[in-house]
């Protein structure tokens, strides 16, 4: 696969500075680009890398474009284009349509005739799968599933009863949707498991990461919203919602019934804690507490980075100080109620 | 399914107030519930739901009953009756007694013959399952492994060889029991491995969440015993303890031998160290740094909760400057061992 | 399986004290040792159990063996040593050559015939396995994938396309290596995937825990040295590097791009943000925070560990009032940039 920059222009509606003819048949870094390649500056620090690739092409916005030795394809956006322009040359293989001989597939499950099912598959009854989806091998879909058109499950996804999928929704190995959330009723000094009902209902365009788990609804179901993107090994509790084009990163975790916005961006690790209420544009760093509702766009932090670990067991020992002391005037009262 | 309100009262011996004859088929919250359905005051701050509810009865304790305009089932525990009655109406499916002609059994293993075993699940030699077991589909069952009566294992579940599960264990998808535990000697700058030989033994009523990892023991076994909740995502180290109905939440990690007793309640995305020993009777709070043992019963707590970003960097600022200023009197000495 | 203790001094060139006819053919604790099993003294606090113990050998060192009542294999590394006896004692089973019936292999990978390949496993097109691997039951291979020689994947493994694992490289079940990284460009308020093309490189001797995840890179490939070790749980974002014999304890996070050096040792349930550099010979303790490079090695670490619920919210609270005190003189400036 190799495309003309001059097609690529046209085809992207941006400006070129540079030879139309030149081919671009795959993409690297500005540092090890060769001929062929095609690279964009990622991080205003490599420019001197820039000055010196060997790159057949290099997506630049206009104010760097001057810079670059090589053929420049301009945009206000250059991550994005190049992502576009990769996304050509990278395609992601389309589904061979068929159903591997391996698979177990319940007589009265409804799979679209262009779609795929991989070896050592299993689908259940009464589940649907529509047009152009790749499900790979060893996913198990329960039953009652709706999976909507061109969703691509890589492989060893599991998908419990009566989970929903929109279109074009991606999912890595070993994630999970769908299991039982952490329910329980105290029943003397046992634990009463309360009946998991819900379901998981996932919009459209949204890619979820390899063994990420996502708790089915107690009774309500549990949503997450179009355009959400899921990193690695994040957990969501039963009857979280999570809106619109929200990122999470890897490790975090979301309690149980806590709403997320739209648009937010949660870094990795952060610790979410249940029945909050999380607004719109809201963005968390990474390790992050979360203890209570958040009502205000903006960027929100907390955890103490490292130090070497003598000075750290000051850092320790001080504060601990504090709480030790005489309250400041004004807070003794506030402390009486607090447990 | 449907019940009518007379049969649960007498079934579990509580009080109802309102016809005996309504029959209720399916649970709801109290905001959208409907003719049919049950509900229950999950959260006092809901008591405003109650007088509008629409549901066709409601469990409440007697302090609230007079509040609802449906039909009442009064309980000293309004959670647990309200799980009980929801058991009723969701049943677990029962096993369908059989061995999936694409499971690989080992002709060594022993399986009963109410048990069921599900597609493309493996089951290895000298394995003993009890019976009325659900053994769900790509369940890799090892070798020597006890399974007691009426476990279900939803799907895609590790069990390592010699791993003994008690009565009525449920694991959720993506769980892996008796993989190694982390061990190794140095040696020179490499490490070297020590082989892992304990077993994990599981005890009656424990539920194991979606792609939890519970290690095997180094030279002696893992032990979690009867009653004990772990969420999704929880990592258990070798020879860790975890006492009787102790429950955990997602993504909280237990290093190696740590004994945690009976009746905790420990919440998510905490760290504990290893080599601690953690009383019967405590509460951690989510997030927490648990680096030493506790002796005494009671509610734990650590993590600093988020702020605005650029208030959060001046906390951490303002704490770092106090760890560079002199010690307070008498502090000087515990610092000259401290590394 | 048993052997005299004079094979073992010469076997491993170690000094016994005490009869060489003394046939081991187990290792066990001080505590619980019994006829013919090996101990060693694991922690200084034990010494207590030396003296009483049933073991009938027990390793230690030329300071300690005096102390004890059995015959004594004397090492200046105890535990390597018992590593390596426990290793002779409890070997790993070799593989079984020959594919499994129900396995699924591509007629275009080549598996040697000295190895293994398991009940319900897949093996890619161009996949090339080397002699003396097992690859375990439900084991996923994608295509174009390189496997040295004598690695063992005990079940469920999923390497993507073009991993490459060197030789003697240990995974547990549910490990994902080759998964898409999490890359994706704003293209206004969605988001837009970058293709993930990068591979992951796995060096020799390096061992992978349950459900750990290492993501392909990018462009570039995400590379593990020789002799890392990756407990559970742990996930490796895209283009990460660790160092040779860097050993990594479960639920740690290391977020994309950044590099870790080698003979490092960082505990369990940290957060490692992306774009570091981590040098050579750092140790991080637990449940910290990393949101910088590191460049002298040492030991570092954050976090404020548990206290009593009612104490921490005071600690909390005269944290956040340092905050909102004016500035100490020199840092107002500082404050400035801050956002």
């Known amino acids: 696969m190799s495309v ?49 690739t060997r790159a057949s092409a290099v997506v630049l916005d206009a104010g760097t474009a001057a ?37 177990v597939v319940d007589p009265e499950a409804s799979i679209d005739a262009s779609s795929e099912v991989g070896a050592h598959a299993l689908i259940g009854p009464g589940t649907v799968i529509g047009p152009r989806c790749t499900i790979g091998p060893a996913c198990l879909i329960g039953a009652q599933v709706r999976i909507g058109p061109d969703c691509r499950l890589f492989a060893r996804v599991t998908l419990g009863e009566r989970v929903q999928l929109g279109a074009r929704v991606l999912i890595h190995p070993g994630a999970v949707l769908g299991a ?37 609804g107690a009774i309500d179901d549990t949503l997450i919203a179009e355009g959400v993107k899921l990193d690695n090994q994040i957990q969501i509790g039963h009857n979280v919602q999570i809106g619109a084009h929200t990122a999470i990163a890897g490790c975090t975790g979301v309690s149980g019934s806590t709403r997320i916005g739209a ?32 009502s205000k766009p903006g960027v929100y932090s907390s955890g103490i980075p490292i130090e070497p670990m003598r000075r750290w067991k000051r850092v320790v020992s001080r504060l601990k100080l504090l709480a030790d002391r005489d309250p400041p005037p004004g807070e003794a009262e506030e402390e009486q109620d607090d447990d």
Request: glycine share 12%; aromatic share 6%; with cysteine.
């Open 4 to 52: 003309a920059l001059g097609e690529l222009a046209v085809r992207f509606g941006c400006e070129l500075r540079g030879d139309p003819e030149v081919r671009i048949g795959s993409v690297a870094p500005l540092g090890s680009a060769g001929p062929g390649s095609l690279s964009f500056l990622s991080n205003p620090k490599l420019s001197s890398q820039l000055a010196q």
């Open 67 to 103: 810079s670059s030795p090589a053929p420049v394809l301009i945009s206000t956006n250059p991550h994005a284009l190049f992502a576009r322009i990769a996304s050509v040359l990278y395609p992601e293989p389309p589904p061979r349509p068929g159903i591997h001989p391996s698979a």
């Open 180 to 216: 039982d959330g952490f329910g329980y009723a105290r029943d003397g000094v046992r634990w009463l498991k309360v009946p998991q009902i819900g379901a998981v209902i996932v919009g459209d365009d949204v890619e979820i990461g390899a063994n990420t788990t996502i708790d089915r």
């Open 263 to 294: 648009r937010c961006m949660i870094a990795g690790a952060c610790g979410i804690a249940g029945h909050l209420v999380i607004c719109d544009d809201v963005v968390i760093t990474g390790f992050a507490m979360v203890s209570g509702s958040i």
